[in-house]
């Protein structure tokens, strides 16, 4: 399934970002960033789908919660997108 992670600086941060998320809609997953896709070792990483992303990206940007890196998940493989 084709989804993307959302990469947060911390525990605490990605927390605000998934009720964020929530109030707009959007079910989302909380878990430790793969080391293999980022050099911050307390980073969290927000699960979310793929359709969702437009709207997530809106919802969080107005409550000036940016991520660090956004990582699509297809095939197996990540692959970092641009913000």
Known sequence: MEHYLIIARSVTFAQR???TLARAGI???IFRAPREL???GCAYAVQITAADLPTALRALHRE???PVQIFLHQRGLYREVGL
């Open 17 to 19: 970002m998934q009720k």
């Open 27 to 29: 079910r989302s997953l």
């Open 64 to 66: 000036a919660l940016d």
């Open 38 to 40: 980022t050099e911050l």
